[in-house]
């Protein structure tokens, strides 16, 4: 999986649109109807926190945060967001399919299609294990992904230009059209504005793949998961044909509870 090195440094400007605090309240109002009142722990886990703006609004909401992501130069963003707030977050470098915490959690949430990055459908296998190794029982696992009609229709063959304050980026897809997994290749050109007409290129090249619904509900069911809602992950209402994202929400058994039923049979 990518560094995100480069993308890092301006992924808070690429994402301008996106309303956290509106996303984060909304989430906690999923979590609030679903969540069991009588759960021990009150840790939520921000898995593939990226730049650490959504983890940052879950504890202003009252949480003790986790983020974890793979990538050090995005955790250097969300490290530097953490000095300016001084908000207690917790961070960690981690490869999510290898989750590993001194604890269990009562709520995680993996936002803005971070599963959708992963290789291969073992790849998520993985990743919904260790979550559930990690959650209490009864635990609530919240996580959205995009969906074919994005990948198919809106990403596709689309090229975006993006002009920002001190760069320029040019986002390019190249659309595999292959089911199931439709995989779309993402490449970023940033050009970085010097002075004097002059700039610096870098760039940034990795992949989306999609896990169709079945494929996602068979997986949580094998890994000890029961899926309790599925709703349009931006609008948060009932999904339709033209979803861009699907936000899952979903029951672990918790890892302590999956080992009883082990020991018993």
């Known amino acids: 999986m990518s560094s995100y090195g480069t993308f890092a440094q301006y992924y808070d400007k690429l994402t301008k649109n996106v309303c956290y605090r509106e996303r984060a309240g909304r989430l906690q109002l999923l979590i609030e109807k679903w969540q069991n009142p009588d759960m021990p722990e009150q840790i939520l886990l921000d898995l593939a926190c990226g730049t650490g703006t959504l983890t940052e609004e879950f504890a202003k909401l009252g949480w003790d945060v986790i983020g974890i992501d793979s990538s050090a130069e995005m955790l250097s963003e969300a490290l530097d967001k953490k000095y300016d707030s001084g908000l207690p977050v917790q ?5 999510m399919r290898k989750l590993d915490l001194y604890g ?3 709520v995680t949430v993996c936002t803005l299609d971070s599963l959708n990055h992963l290789p291969s459908a ?3 296998r993985q990743v919904l294990s260790r979550v ?3 959650s209490e029982a009864g635990a609530l696992f919240l996580f959205d992904l995009n969906t074919e009609y994005k990948h198919r229709k809106v990403l596709a063959d689309n090229a975006f230009v993006y002009e920002l304050s001190d760069a320029v980026c040019i986002w390019q897809n190249t659309l595999d059209d292959t089911a199931p997994e439709y995989p779309v290749t993402i490449r970023l050109d940033f050009f ?3 002075g004097d007409d002059k ?3 870098s760039s940034e090249e ?6 169709q619904p079945e494929t996602v509900k068979a997986l949580l069911s094998e890994t000890g998961f029961t899926l309790l809602e599925v709703l349009d992950g931006d609008r948060f209402s009932v999904p339709d044909a033209q979803s861009q994202r699907l936000l899952y929400i979903a ?7 999956m080992q009883r039923e082990d020991i018993k049979a």
């Open 91 to 95: 961070y960690l470098q981690q490869d």
């Open 104 to 106: 269990t959690v009562a």
């Open 122 to 124: 073992e790849a998520l």
């Open 132 to 134: 559930n190794l990690f």
């Open 192 to 194: 970085e504005q010097l």
């Open 199 to 201: 700039y610096r290129r």
């Open 206 to 211: 990795f992949t989306e793949r999609i896990w």
């Open 251 to 257: 029951r672990a058994a918790g890892g302590q509870q």
